[in-house]
């Protein structure tokens, strides 16, 4: 059976419902990572520290690699209109229950139930995929990773000026209304799909855990992505502690300018896309790596202070978040040509890695910014950026010349890891 295809169309999605996508994709993200502007707000109401407040952050994320591995699936197994709209109703409830916590504890739960069901994005994007025509699946999870970037870096702008204006709690009622008008739209818009599989949940559940073993190209895409992701998370969660500390003394709105500044990293995912149809993810993911060492190094500037110093900030931050992102378009591309039939299930062992590696490097970025300042949150940028180039200039090579993964194309052997042929 075809992988989600709707039962009377054709591999293709309009620009209209592509964009409505896109717009979805951002919207629903955005609640994993708004909480990162407004934790220092969240201390000083609740009477915590700003380091426990983080944890807000970091309950998200975990919440969401939970959701990804538990839920995604479904994708494969559910149509996807039903599924799409009822996780964010259920999202909605999340919001509203975390925007009235009256504790940290009820606010931590609140936030692991929002990251559980907020997994909507990742349902969309394999579903666009078996929409799409090969030789465009590129372009289009390019688009509508660009709209989930947006809302990544606009959702700090969001809950940092909302935030400041009307205290932590607006940014979570605001985002809760917000997600019901989505679920309205997407029980309109969303085109009937045909599941790819009958399984019942815990063999899907079992499937993805087997294709991380039995299918090395997977395997290398979330050993990239979790390193990247770790340094990208590390260096957001830090942000918002540094830039409120004496050093500058800004409010929370100063996360949301430099989220506003790296927003334009949306603009680069289109193009990364189109480079993974041609030349292949593997040089993508080179020139990203490098980019996020490089970032890591920029981000220095940060200890400079004052105009100097928030303008290497901005740079520094933006040339990661395009790093970071353009290495998922590539990432993403190479798996989901793997198996057609799974893409859902794919996409589920793959975000689960990157968003535990996501959640480490939260921990991790408290941790070095307590420990060794700014300085040593800028090196654990480096430090795991350099890991995942490392990682790459090891890899495996194929047998037949030239193979690199495309959207349409995946080689039949490679001697990745443990010579066991790709998924074939």
């Known amino acids: 059976m075809t992988a989600g295809l709707p039962s009377s169309a054709s591999p293709t999605l309009s620009r209209r419902l592509i964009l409505l996508l896109s717009i979805a994709c951002g919207i629903a993200v955005a609640n994993v990572y708004f909480p990162q502007a407004v934790s220092p707000l969240i201390a000083d109401d609740l009477h915590v520290t700003a380091e426990s407040a983080a944890v807000v952050v970091t309950c998200a994320q975990l919440g969401y690699a939970a959701g990804i591995f538990l839920l995604v699936p479904l994708g494969d197994r559910l149509r996807h209109r039903g599924l799409v709209t009822t996780l964010l109703l259920l999202t909605g409830a999340g ?59 606009l959702a700090r702008t969001f809950s940092g000026v909302l935030g400041q204006w009307l205290g932590w709690r607006a940014p979570y009622l605001v985002a809760a209304a917000l997600i019901l008008v989505l679920a309205l739209a997407m029980a309109r818009a969303l085109p009937r799909t045909t599941p790819a599989t009958d399984q019942r949940y815990p063999a899907l559940l079992a499937a993805s855990l087997r294709l991380l073993r039995t299918e090395p190209l997977l395997r290398r895409s979330c050993q990239y992505q979790v390193l990247v992701f770790a340094a990208f998370s590390a260096a957001w969660t830090a942000l918002a502690l540094f830039v409120t500390s004496p050093r500058y003394d800004l409010g929370t709105p100063a996360v949301g300018v430099i989220a506003l500044v790296g927003a334009a990293s949306m603009f680069a995912t289109p193009f990364a896309g189109r480079r993974v149809d041609r030349p292949g993810p593997d040089s993508v993911n080179l020139v990203c790596m490098v980019g996020a060492i490089a970032a890591g190094a920029l981000l220095l500037t940060g200890n400079l202070g004052g105009a100097v110093g928030l303008i290497g900030l901005g740079a520094g931050m933006l040339l990661l978040d395009v790093a970071m992102q353009s290495g998922q378009v590539a990432n993403q591309a190479r798996i989901f040509a793997l198996r057609p039939e799974a893409r859902a299930r794919l996409n589920t062992a793959y975000m689960t890695c990157a968003f535990l590696g996501g959640s480490a490097g939260s921990w991790l970025g408290v941790r070095a910014y307590s420990a060794f300042g700014w300085s040593g949150v800028c090196g654990l940028v480096a430090l795991l950026s350099g890991l995942a180039l490392v990682r790459h200039v090891l890899r495996g090579r194929p047998l037949k010349a030239p193979a690199e993964v495309t959207a349409a194309s995946v080689p039949t052997e490679t001697e990745e890891d443990d010579g066991v042929p790709a998924g074939r």
Do not use: K
């Open 95 to 153: 919001l509203v229950l975390a925007g009235t916590a009256g504790s940290l504890p009820v606010l931590a739960v609140a936030s692991v139930l929002v990251g559980l069901t907020t997994v909507v994005p990742q349902i969309l994007i394999p579903m666009a995929a078996g929409l799409t025509a090969p030789e465009r699946r590129g372009a289009v999870t390019g688009t509508l990773l660009s709209g989930l970037i947006g809302g990544i870096l």
